[in-house]
């Protein structure tokens, strides 16, 4: 057994060295005894040569202990081997203490020192936390020949036009700093309970060791004093000038944080990202600011210290064949068709519930092309005139409509990067998307506003509407979106000038849309121009929705898309953030105002519009007469369903991709291919559309994924997608993006599914939500239409409970009527599940359970969440009393 010296510290990282002292602090001819963990000699003993080394350098009031995991990782042979050296600053740790004041700059010379002491030559990556990032920085910036790259966890190298953190204000003040970071070890404790979760016991003790009594506290209390609060510091210059030197550090970048950090927030990150836009980044959330105790951050570091080269996206490692890549002069921009038609009169977009003034009455409002040109060219127009320009985010918290479409088109016109999150992500869901989005500026409705306020969202604030003087001071309002247009009266040339100026570049961002949340939390999913011109494209090529379509867009994306689609566009009187408030009347009145030719609707909203159709007047059931086509996509939908939307829709042809926020669509399926495919396992979801390819990635029986794509029929696995519309990468996820791209030309999706004989694709699930059972892998997606079929079964879940290779699958459903009470079915309910599943699926349920409402995505209102519905399940068959999922 390895000796240790602290939890997951073996004795022989632990070294001693004496090091001649070059600080100003210090004394001619002064030498210190350093501290430092130090896997070298353990790489030396097996016979490794490092191929680099990690230089790491703590914060206050922790020390060398922080990067054990990375110590670990280095010398663990599962990665190419790196000597890690993690160091105690002088007065920290079990490094000697001086009784001098260090400051920064002292404390940059003090890290050279101890390097050359050592011996150390390149490559080396440096490693910070807290203020061991400024500190590592600075000894990059000063070290360019041995650099090999820097990783960088929750700290700040600028205070970027922001006071300190009420935190470090709080340990600066006179009253407080000394009791609090020196005689009393408050300050040490206050840190250490900032871990997420709660730091065990004996790693709580190991931090704590080497600050046991005030005589070794004065380095973190001169470690706090020495923060430059303010241009007069002493140290302000040379947090100053490292600050502006590594914007020409032209070495890989890591950026990995912890959001929920009280002390460096996420605008300390977006200053990193500003001084090193090149960095990849990647935000935990539910993480703070003890980053590397709250997640794994060895994996992610040896992983991107593998992956820094890049991979050659054109390999062709699985052998199948690739769409060709748009070509550059095929671009054709966004807002191509708009600008064609800016002296058209015909409708462009119709609001059946726009927002009115106070006393106002409400009802439809239509733009023409012609005006919907204009007034896009005024908030363009407007919007430079207050300073945004090309690559700036600006978040749009408006709802579908006219205002947003226009909104959206002013900020693609200027090349601004616009920023949609779903409203019905709720509080908490939104906050995380646009701190995580990190906008620069904040477009909003009054509660949009407040929200920005109340929960300190990034962003110059403008309103949607006017606001009077005291409410617009109460939510720090800038400008406001009327303001921006009588500002910017278009002229009787204002097209032409703005169609001589050039288009935004294809490749540079132009979206970040975040996915619904029912799969984790929302994540930002990046689109160029380019990307989205290709989504337009593909619908176009796939539906035929063109100039003299009238679309009614019962969904956000498509309330948007439509007239860059040259369709004529309305958006129904409903919160499209919430489907299920789609009436049959609001989708009748929408289409009789456009006389729609097409209709996009979720299965959610669908379902309402059957639920509601008997309220139906004559004159709106003639308004879906001349519908052709009906698009629905976000979840299954089943047969009967659809065969009741036919009885209403009798003209359309009723089509349900399957896409995601990160390729929309993938493929297509009519209900007359429903009907021809049959029942099988999973969902039938078509064939890939126009310019798209689908493969899988096979499940291996442990419930992993192998490493290539096939197309070979009946092979169950993650279903991978390669198009010229998919997402360029997850916003600030670099993990997530590394993953999803990990097969070199294909996204993975983290559906499961197969390929049938034909080359339809059918979807079994999600990754996530497969059972290990001790008869291999399982899909749920055919257990759960089965378990429907019983009598007085209504949507059916089946989750797997238990440990991964042993697990058993339980069956939890809604029933008809709705269950008064969640728990146990009845046993003859009970029983006709379990035989349906049985003898269609082959699969034995271990327990069948009974629920009011599945717990569903928020939007699309389909998507069950089966991962809630499995924790729920284990602790009702467990005898706890479990909250209703």
């Known amino acids: 057994m390895v000796a240790e010296l602290w939890p997951g510290v073996p004795a022989a990282w632990s070294r001693r060295i004496r090091v001649p002292s070059t600080a100003a602090a210090d004394p001619a001819g002064s030498r210190h005894n350093w501290h430092l963990l130090d896997n070298g000699e353990e790489l030396a003993a097996r016979g490794l040569d490092p191929v680099g080394t990690l230089l790491c350098v703590h914060g206050n009031p922790t020390w060398s202990y922080l990067w054990r995991s990375l110590l670990a990782a280095g010398s663990s042979g599962q990665s190419a081997p790196w000597r890690v050296i993690a160091v105690d600053q002088l007065d920290m740790g079990f490094s000697a203490r001086t009784r001098v004041i260090r400051r920064l700059e002292d404390r940059i010379t003090d890290l050279g020192d101890l390097t050359g002491a050592l011996g150390l030559s390149g490559p080396v990556v440096t490693v910070g936390h807290d203020w061991g990032g400024i500190i590592s920085l600075g000894w990059a910036t000063r070290h360019r020949e041995q650099l090999a790259g820097v990783v960088l966890t929750n700290t700040a190298v600028h205070p970027a036009g922001h006071p300190l953190p009420a935190p470090l204000q709080l340990a600066l003040h006179p009253a407080v700093h000394r009791w609090g970071t020196t005689t009393s070890d408050a300050f040490v404790r206050v840190t250490h309970a900032l871990a997420r979760p709660a730091l065990a016991r004996e790693v709580r003790a190991a931090f704590r060791a080497p600050y046991r009594g005030a005589a070794r506290r004065a380095g973190v209390g001169n470690f706090v004093a020495d923060i ?299 689109y160029t121009h380019r990307q989205l011109a290709a989504m337009r494209d593909t619908l176009k090529q796939t539906y035929g929705l063109k100039a003299g379509t009238a679309l009614v867009a019962g969904f956000a994306p498509f309330a948007l898309l439509g007239p860059a689609l040259g369709a004529t566009s309305a958006t129904p009187d409903m919160d499209v953030t919430a489907p299920r408030t789609l009436s049959a009347a609001a989708l009748a009145d929408a289409a009789a105002a456009v006389g729609a030719t097409a209709v996009f609707a979720s299965p959610a909203a669908l379902a309402n519009v059957l639920a509601t159709a008997g309220t139906l007047q ?202 008064k009470s969640a728990g146990p079915a009845p046993q003859e309910l009970a029983q006709a599940v379990r035989s349906a599943v049985l003898n269609g699926a082959d699969l034995e349920l271990a327990a069948v359970l009974t629920v009011k409402d599945l717990p569903t995505d928020i939007r699309h209102n389909s998507k069950i969440d089966r991962t809630e519905l499995a924790v729920w399940a284990a602790e009702v068959l467990a005898g706890g009393k479990a909250k209703r999922p």
């Open 228 to 526: 430059p609060a303010g241009e007069s510091h002493p140290s302000w210059p040379a947090l100053a000038r490292v600050a502006e030197d590594i914007r020409d550090l032209e070495v890989p970048a890591l950026l990995l944080w912890g959001p929920e950090d009280p002390v460096f927030s996420d605008r300390y990150l977006r200053d990193l990202m500003d001084r090193l836009p090149h960095a990849d980044v990647h935000r935990f959330e539910g993480a703070g600011h003890l980053l590397p105790e709250d997640v794994d951050v060895a994996g992610p570091v040896f992983s991107w210290l593998g992956s820094r080269g890049g991979a050659n996206p054109d390999a062709a490692a699985d052998g199948l064949p690739r769409p060709a890549a748009v070509e550059a002069e095929a671009f054709v921009p966004m807002l191509a068709e708009l600008d064609g038609r800016r002296q058209d009169s015909s409708p462009a977009v119709v609001d059946m519930a726009p927002r009115v003034p106070d006393g106002a009455v409400p009802g439809p409002v239509t733009l023409t092309w012609a005006e919907l040109a204009q007034r896009v060219d005024r908030l363009a127009a407007g919007l430079s005139g207050i300073g945004v320009k090309a690559g700036d985010r600006v978040s749009l918290l408006v709802p579908p409509g006219i205002d947003l479409t226009c909104l959206a088109y002013a900020c693609l016109r200027i090349g601004a990067v616009i920023v949609v999150a779903d409203t019905g992500l709720g509080t908490k869901g939104l906050s995380r998307a646009i701190r995580g989005a990190g906008p620069d500026w904040l477009v909003g409705v009054e509660r949009a506003l407040a929200a920005a306020r109340l929960f300190g969202w990034p962003g110059v604030r403008i309103s949607a509407t006017e606001l009077g003087s005291t409410v617009r001071r109460l939510y720090g309002v800038a400008h406001t979106v009327p303001e921006l247009e009588a500002d910017r009266p278009p002229g009787p040339d204002a097209g032409a000038e703005r169609l001589s100026r050039p288009t935004a570049d294809p490749d540079a961002d132009a979206a970040v849309l975040f996915t619904s949340g029912s799969t984790g939390p929302a994540k930002g999913v990046v």
């Open 618 to 819: 004559a004159g709106q059931r003639d308004a879906f007469a001349g519908v052709e086509l009906l698009l629905s996509a976000g979840a299954p939908i089943p047969e009967p369903l659809l065969a009741q939307v036919q009885d209403l829709l009798p003209a359309a042809s009723l089509h349900t991709p399957y896409g995601m926020t990160e390729a929309l669509p993938v493929t297509d399926i009519s209900l007359e291919q429903i009907r021809a495919a049959g029942t099988g396992n999973g969902v039938c979801v078509g064939t890939a559309v126009a310019g798209a390819r689908v493969a899988v990635a096979a499940l291996r029986p442990d419930g992993s994924v192998a490493d290539e794509a096939s197309a070979e029929p009946g092979v169950t696995g993650e279903i991978l997608v390669s198009a010229p519309h998919v997402k360029d990468r997850y916003d600030r996820l670099w993990i997530t993006q590394e993953h999803s791209a990990s097969l070199p030309g294909w996204h993975r999706t983290g559906d499961v599914g197969h390929l049938d004989a034909e080359g339809r694709l059918w979807v079994e699930g999600r990754l996530g939500h497969i059972l290990t059972t001790a008869d291999g892998v399982r899909t749920p997606v055919a257990a759960e239409q089965l378990a429907a079929t019983a009598d007085g079964a209504g949507r059916a879940a089946v989750v797997g409970i238990g440990p991964a290779g042993a697990q058993v699958a339980v069956a939890v459903l809604e029933t008809v009527p709705p269950a």
